[in-house]
């Protein structure tokens, strides 16, 4: 008995922009298997419709990464994507190549800058000389190590992440959700003789950036959770050298502030964030909440059950600064 299909509408964005000043969509329908992958459609429509579409993939078994684009405005590997519940939720597919990097032509993108920040967090050890690795032999790592990777090791470089990501749109400054979860499995590596150095640099050049919108966790085909590896870094970075600028200033600021009196003193914040000359960079910004808001400038009352505060957070130390 044959497979029911559906009829599945395509809008498919095309531009080229060696022949075109503006982007325009294609629709293409066709009849299919509710579970065809998205990419199996458009290398149908290429095939048979048009054999002008240009897309990106390779091995289509969801390992390579070559095929991720924007399907239904979600970034997604177009080979893991069936097509039944994109028809069932959106009425089509709408399909666009990937965001935050310049289009080549059609679906493909240039991956340039994705790179770019790929290298420059120095993807690779960086051995002590002092303990050089065993001329010969494996070097082990006990299952303790091992587990400290987290899901790093599954990362297939697709940049579904750094297409999702607003900080990288926003920002051309922030290494973007992959670098930095590749920089993480580095930094907790034993074998790498330059974690500190790592963490360090890290800081001030973009770690602070992120929106922490977990937007880059959501798109990741791998369950990577590049904001969850993003957050341990920051962690890292203050216990390395406390707060070096406005981002880790403001993460410490607002921990004492919450372990004091268990509510947020605005004012004070402020204060540690930019310090008392910054603050006054800040003093526009500063009226124009007090209008709305005028009890900010009001130190807050320590809160009832705040000592059960002070417990909780003295074992969550006790628990961070334990040897893993």
């Known amino acids: 008995m044959a497979a029911s299909t559906v009829a599945a509408n395509f809008d498919v964005f095309r531009f080229d922009p060696a022949r075109q000043v503006q982007p325009r969509y294609q629709r293409y329908t066709l009849e299919l298997a509710p579970h ?8 149908r429509i290429r095939a048979e419709i048009d054999p002008s579409l240009t897309l990106r993939y390779s091995c289509r078994s969801a390992i390579c990464g070559s095929c991720a684009m924007q399907i239904n405005s979600k970034s997604r590997l177009a080979c893991q994507t069936p097509i039944g519940p994109e028809v069932e939720r959106h009425g089509r597919v709408v399909v666009e190549p990937m965001r935050n990097q310049p289009v080549l032509r059609d679906l493909v993108v240039d991956q340039a800058s994705f790179w ?13 000389p002092a303990h050089p690795m065993p001329e010969g032999r494996t070097t082990s790592m006990t299952p303790e190590e091992v587990d400290r990777f987290k899901e790093t090791p599954r990362c297939i470089a697709c940049a579904a992440c750094f297409s999702a990501c607003p900080a990288v749109e926003a920002d051309p400054a922030f290494p973007g959700p992959m670098a930095l979860a590749k920089l993480y499995r580095f ?23 992120c929106l922490r919108c977990h937007l880059c966790t959501e798109a990741c085909p791998k369950d990577v959770r590049p904001s969850e590896r993003i957050r341990d870094l920051k962690e890292m970075a203050i216990a390395v050298q406390g707060g070096t600028e406005h981002g880790s200033k403001h993460a410490i600021g607002f921990k004492d502030n919450i372990v004091d009196l268990g509510l947020l003193n605005e004012m004070k914040l402020v204060r540690q964030t930019f310090g008392v000359g910054g603050m006054l960079g800040q ?17 807050p009352h320590r809160i009832e059950g705040a000592d059960e505060l002070e417990k909780i957070y003295a074992e969550l130390d006790k628990r961070s600064e334990t040897p893993k």
């Not at 065809?36 to 290398?43: I, M, W, Y």
């Not at 770019?116 to 002590?128: F, G, S």
């Open 116 to 128: 770019a920040q790929y290298d420059r967090i120095e993807p690779h050890l960086k051995l002590d």
């Open 36 to 43: 065809t992958p998205v990419l199996t459609a458009l290398l």
């Open 283 to 299: 003093l526009p910004q500063g009226l124009k909440i007090w209008r709305k808001k005028p009890e900010v400038i009001r130190k």
């Open 187 to 209: 930094v907790v590596d034993p074998r790498d003789g330059a974690t500190q150095d790592r963490l360090v640099r890290i800081q001030p050049n973009g770690l602070w950036l």
